[in-house]
Each structure stands twice: as structure tokens, then as C-alpha cells.
């Protein structure tokens, strides 16, 4: 069993920055694909950006290439969404992924565990 949990959500302007973290149990971390996912009121559940295992290789939805980083530190079984720029249309639940087999891309079901979610407020 994995857990996984959010913290760094809150309110912020327009032009902004955020920092999320994902704070992971269990002993094979390091094996784990991370990824982030958002969801919006009244909009479907979007992939935000993914990281490998050994954080050489990332993945960004186009929304956000160039504002936000996704990074990950094995030692303390953390992953990480630095977030600049934000928009508006930013504003959504984040939730914290976790693939076990290390493969998972974009699609929320490839994921084996997820977080329960930070709100993420961006006022124009």
C-alpha cells in the first residue's frame, strides 16, 4: 500500500508561484513513475505533467511547458510541482500519482495510487 499526500495548495494572483509536494510512503519509491493530475469544477480530469523513475525523463501537458517543473527527490520520497506564471485557468484539485511498475504516461488509470488532492486558487 502507498500512500500519497499533497501539501503546498492555496490562493494566489494571478502571474504568481506555487510549490507542491507529494510526500510518498513505502520502500521502492525510486521504482515509482510521479505524476500530477488536475481537475477543475465542471471540467474533466486533465494529466499535468509525469516524471520517470530516475527523474531523467518528464512530461508536461502543453498548457503548462515552460511555467511549471516537475521534479523528484528519491532520498526523501518526494515529488515536486513547481508552478510560475500561473493563470486563472490554473486554478484546480491537484492530485498526486504514483505508478508502481514504471511505465504510466498521461492517463489517469495508469496510475496505481493517488493522492487526495490540493486546491490550487489563481485569482485574476
Known amino acids: 500500500q502507498v500512500q500519497l499526500r499533497e501539501s503546498g495548495g492555496g490562493l494566489v494572483q494571478a502571474g504568481g508561484s506555487l510549490r507542491l509536494s507529494c510526500a510518498a510512503s513505502?520502500?521502492?519509491?525510486?521504482?515509482?513513475?510521479m505524476g500530477w493530475f488536475r481537475q477543475a469544477p465542471g471540467k474533466e480530469r486533465e494529466f499535468v505533467a509525469s516524471?520517470?523513475?530516475?527523474?531523467?525523463?518528464?512530461y508536461y501537458t502543453d498548457s503548462v511547458k515552460g511555467r511549471f517543473t516537475i521534479s523528484r527527490d528519491n532520498a526523501k520520497n518526494t515529488v515536486s510541482l513547481q508552478m510560475n506564471s500561473l493563470k486563472p485557468e490554473d486554478t484546480a484539485v491537484y492530485y498526486c500519482?504514483?505508478?508502481?511498475?514504471?511505465?504510466?504516461?498521461?492517463?489517469?488509470?495508469?496510475?496505481?495510487?493517488r493522492g487526495r488532492g490540493t486546491q490550487v486558487t489563481v485569482s485574476s
Open positions: 516524471i520517470s523513475w530516475s527523474g531523467g525523463s518528464t
Open positions: 500519482t504514483a505508478d508502481l511498475r514504471g511505465y504510466a504516461g498521461s492517463s489517469w488509470y495508469e496510475y496505481d495510487y
Open positions: 513505502g520502500r521502492t519509491f525510486s521504482s515509482y513513475t
